[in-house]
């Protein structure tokens, strides 16, 4: 480690031609080699902020170094960047940044939380003052002390809080020592317990390990430890929190099929949460017959009532698949049921009433929208106007913008916007 003069290009010479390296201009007017070993090692941890970083990279030209004003960079990163630096890459440079620091143990506040035990303490002393620590890394501390002390045994209490605590602060190589521990103990566990385990490593995105979990409590012998419909739910959860592509959405829903059929044939009965994940997996993978197969099976086959989730999954469905008048049938017999359709479920349905040209339909539906307080977005907006335009009736979209903004649905940016839309047709 070199200490570089602020502002100052240094490169050195291998066989006549300049190799350039990537340096970190010390800050705070501190030399580095002067600095004890652990405070060394904090140091080139933490991330810098300097006024001027200086990265310049393997290349022949002097052209390639960069200056960056007032970032954040990481020693431990072996990315190189050309060209100016945008907010967002800062952004991303920072996150790693943070998350390749270690944390620093708070020796006091560790010691204070020892000094609240006795002498012999029980598992249940030592829950109770790792839930009053707000501190992850004393807990975890705590907890590797306690297992060190003489005739003292962790149980599941122990194991639980400590799993909690470091998974909500995403200290997750610490929790995996934790979780690896409790399955080297067959005849440890409890289903509360596990499912913890498996909601922190889906959100952590390690769903093979969640699974792992999974399959091992349905291995367990004990009863009280075996999957439950909260199992189930948090893992179907996780496979669906993909986002929009649906060609994720298609290849995970296999998985989520398997386990339905597994939680059935286990004896587990689904609730109205869990159906509705079926229902929302099946049309976002496109499958919308399938989904309609489960809805009408909730009551009939598994005693479960549809909710206004079950519906408005269902009625945007219908509608991205053309399917206008079975979504129309089922907003209806939704509103039957003292459902209100959402803004996404209206959206939907107005603009596929639209573009199928039955624009009455569609303008009835967006007052109907405004009267339950329920949004249109500007694509809405945009479509019936088209629509009502295309038809040629261009005063009757000039006069239903008009009404719309009267009625302080439209602000004025949006409704200049449409205008000039409907100008330039």
Request: hydrophobic letters at 35%.
């Amino acid at each position: 480690m070199f200490k570089l003069p602020r502002n100052n290009l240094q490169y050195f010479h291998s066989n006549k031609n300049p190799i350039y390296h990537t340096f970190y201009l010390t800050l705070r007017l501190t030399r580095l080699f002067s600095l004890t070993p652990t405070q060394r090692h904090s140091h080139l941890v933490s991330p810098f902020n300097s006024s001027t970083t200086l990265l310049w990279f393997h290349t022949k030209q002097p052209k390639d170094v960069i200056f960056f004003r007032d970032s954040q960079v990481s020693l431990y990163s072996s990315r190189t960047y050309k060209g100016p630096i945008s907010r967002s890459l800062r952004k991303r440079i920072s996150k790693r940044a943070k998350a390749a620091s270690k944390p620093v143990l708070n020796e006091s506040l560790f010691h204070k939380s020892i000094s609240q035990l006795q002498s012999r303490f029980t598992p249940e002393e030592l829950h109770n003052v790792i839930v009053l620590q707000h501190d992850p890394l004393v807990c975890f501390e705590l907890f590797n002390w306690a297992s060190q002390q003489h005739r003292f045994k962790h149980n599941v209490c122990t194991y639980h809080i400590t799993i909690k605590k470091l998974g909500a602060a995403k200290m997750y190589e610490e929790m995996d020592n934790i979780v690896n521990q409790v399955l080297a103990v067959p005849s440890l566990g409890s289903e509360a317990l596990f499912n913890t385990m498996i909601y922190y490593f889906t959100e952590a995105r390690k769903l093979i390990r969640a699974v792992n979990i999974y399959k091992h409590m349905r291995d367990c012998r004990k009863l009280d430890c075996r999957p439950s419909i909260r199992t189930y739910n948090i893992l179907f959860t996780a496979l669906l929190s993909r986002g929009k592509n649906s060609y994720i959405n298609h290849m995970y829903m296999e998985t989520i099929r398997s386990l339905f059929k597994q939680m059935v044939d286990d004896g587990v009965e689904p609730d109205t949460f869990c159906l509705n994940s079926m229902i929302k997996g099946y049309v976002l993978s496109l499958h919308v017959n399938d989904a309609l197969r489960i809805f009408h099976q909730m009551e009939v086959v598994y005693n479960c009532q549809p909710n206004s989730y079950s519906y408005n999954y269902l009625i945007h469905g219908l509608c991205a698949q053309g399917r206008t008048n079975n979504a129309r049938e089922l907003c209806d017999r939704m509103k039957e049921n003292g459902f209100v359709p959402s803004g996404k479920s209206y959206n939907s349905l107005v603009n596929s009433l639209a573009l199928e040209g039955n624009v009455d339909e569609a303008v009835k539906f967006l007052w109907e929208m405004s009267e339950n307080q329920r949004l249109a977005d500007y694509i809405t907006y945009r479509t019936v106007l088209d629509e009502v335009t295309r038809q040629k009736r261009s005063g009757d979209a000039v006069r239903l913008l008009d009404e719309l903004q009267k009625k302080n649905l439209v602000d004025g940016q949006m409704h200049r916007k449409l205008s000039s839309e409907l100008d330039d047709k």
